[in-house]
């Protein structure tokens, strides 16, 4: 059974040109994140959001936002995509924020591959 | 600066063999530790974590993992490899210090031959 489901699986943009990824969970966690994982590089975190609180890392582009209309969905939208944008781009949720319970996990997706023409 | 480390890029094992894939972390603090295993083209699924307790914790897919605080290690470990096992494996620590410091290590990219 999907838990945490990412659309679509790969797409493709143009430079400069906006795109919105989405993310949806059927696990009811309040924290969603987002990750941007390059080429045989390790995942890096872009922001989370804790219920309605968004949470933004220091050194994420202005170039990306997020929304969370809901529990349900997060979405990524890249305003406009640099050729160093291309990546994987992994959306988890967890019930908490990592590390104030001791259940606590992410659960990822399977992300959505980015190509920018 | 904070970080985690995982020596080996790449790992090429024998099916059936045993395999250890190293991960230190450069922290004051214990930090939580977690492996993750990322099969191609799919996301992370988690196979063990340590918060605390017992330092040899066990995971799914017969991994399991030993927190050393002295080496500032925790390396994962599987007595018998299976071909399926060929993936790329992430280390990561959580911080717990503030917001929601959670790093990946670069990775290790396991060949299984046969």
């Known amino acids: 059974d999907a838990m945490v489901i990412q659309n679509p699986r790969y797409q493709v943009t143009q430079f400069g040109k906006p795109v919105t ?26 922001f989370h959001y804790y219920d309605k609180d968004f949470n933004n890392e ?32 992994l959306c988890a949720t967890s019930p908490r924020p990592v590390g104030r319970g001791r259940s606590d996990t992410q659960y990822f997706g399977p992300g959505t591959r980015l190509t920018v023409l | 600066a904070q970080s985690v480390t995982q020596p080996d890029i ?37 196979l063990l974590k340590y918060f605390s307790g017992d330092t040899l914790v066990q995971g799914i897919k017969g991994f399991e993992a030993e927190f050393k605080r002295s080496q500032s290690s925790f390396n994962l470990r599987k007595p018998s490899v299976h071909w399926s096992d060929a993936a790329e494996y992430f280390c990561a620590v959580f911080l717990g210090v503030t917001g929601n410091q959670f790093y990946f290590g670069t990775g290790t990219s396991l060949t299984v031959i046969p």
């Open chain 2, 10 to 46: 790449h790992i090429t094992v024998s099916e059936g063999a045993s395999l250890e894939l190293r991960c230190n972390y450069s922290y004051g603090a214990t930090p939580y530790l977690f492996w993750y295993v990322q099969s191609p083209g799919q996301g992370l699924q988690l």
């Open chain 1, 21 to 46: 990824l989405s993310c949806s969970q059927t696990l009811n966690h309040n924290v969603m994140y987002w990750y941007q994982q390059k080429s045989s590089q390790a995942p890096k975190l872009l």
């Open chain 1, 58 to 89: 220091a050194d994420t582009p202005d170039n990306f936002q997020s929304r969370r209309p809901n529990t349900s969905f997060c979405f990524l939208d890249i305003r406009s995509p640099g050729l160093g944008d291309a990546a994987m781009y």
